[in-house]
């Protein structure tokens, strides 16, 4: 099997071409991982919950717990990451 990379030229973020604050970015990038961990842990503990031992009824019970709380959390990255956007937004039209 061939892998087929395509390169591209990347701006420094102090340089003319940039598009927003290095803060911003940086600030992007750690929600952006934030979310990935969160997915990647949620997974793991719903499979450990769908396998183990437990009744039926505590697995439903433990299950609806687990969303509930990855989605208090992922909803709560997600507005961050609706105003960093908007923030990103006002940087371009200035």
């Given at each position: 099997?061939?892998?087929?990379?395509?390169?591209?030229?990347v701006?420094?973020?102090?340089?003319?071409?940039?598009?927003?604050?290095?803060?911003?970015?940086?600030?992007?990038?750690?929600?952006?991982?934030?979310i990935?961990?969160?997915?990647?842990?949620?997974?793991?503990?719903?499979?450990?919950?769908?396998?183990?031992?437990?009744?039926?009824?505590?697995?439903?019970?433990?299950?609806?717990?687990?969303k509930r709380?990855?989605d208090?959390?992922?909803?709560?990255?997600?507005?961050?990451?609706?105003?960093?956007?908007?923030?990103?937004?006002?940087?371009l039209?200035?």
């Amino acid at each position: 099997m061939t892998t087929h990379v395509v390169s591209r030229a990347v701006q420094s973020a102090s340089g003319p071409g940039r598009m927003y604050s290095p803060n911003l970015l940086a600030h992007m990038q750690s929600l952006l991982a934030e979310i990935a961990d969160l997915e990647c842990a949620f997974e793991k503990k719903l499979q450990a919950a769908k396998n183990g031992s437990y009744s039926e009824s505590h697995k439903s019970e433990l299950i609806q717990e687990l969303k509930r709380r990855h989605d208090e959390r992922h909803t709560s990255i997600a507005m961050e990451l609706a105003a960093l956007e908007k923030k990103v937004a006002q940087e371009l039209q200035l």
